[in-house]
């Protein structure tokens, strides 16, 4: 969470910050607000989709989109629910058994329908990071952010002593 207003022009990168510090483990539920949310206001929201997607949701990636330990080599990107309907590109990814693909997520049987999309986390899935070269990209982002706040749920399955889950280029 920051208040301070930032701008995101390049590369957005999440479980990378260089070609060799990559995040290991699982993540679900990805969001990014361009305001700054009260701790309250987080708390509310950690266990569902957003109540509606809005112009405050900058990125929201569920990673529903594959089978969980399934075959999802024909994927090469995950849906972004936000308004923005951001590009992001699948990188390294195995997408074929337990890890550096899609795996169980968090257990969130909400529907939510804002009149403008339909989401359903009912699928129950999340996306699994080697730790070692996967990460997913967007490299069209160009955003200036009078505040931000960055959440989701996440497994650290990693071994390394420092990893960033998100990062800008």
Request: charged share 20%; aromatic share 12%; glycine share 8%.
């Amino acid at each position: 969470r920051a208040d301070s207003p930032f701008s995101i022009n390049g590369e957005f990168r999440i479980a990378r910050n260089t070609d060799t510090d990559h995040f290991g483990g699982a993540l679900d539920e990805f969001k990014v607000w361009n305001k700054a949310l009260s701790p309250s206001q987080i708390q509310e929201g950690m266990y569902c989709p957003p109540a509606c997607i809005n112009e405050d949701l900058e990125l929201y990636l569920p990673f529903e989109d594959g089978t969980p330990n399934g075959n999802n080599t024909s994927l090469n990107t995950v849906t972004d629910y936000s308004l923005n309907k951001h590009t992001a590109n699948l990188n390294n990814f195995t997408l074929s058994g337990s890890a550096s693909n899609f795996v169980g997520g968090i257990n969130n049987p909400q529907v939510v329908d804002c009149g403008n999309t339909v989401i359903s986390d009912c699928d129950n899935h999340a996306l699994d990071f080697d730790g070692i070269n996967d990460y997913v990209a967007l490299p069209e982002v160009s955003s200036s952010l009078t505040g931000f706040t960055f959440e989701a749920w996440y497994y650290y399955g990693g071994d390394a002593f420092l990893q960033r889950i998100l990062d800008f280029n």
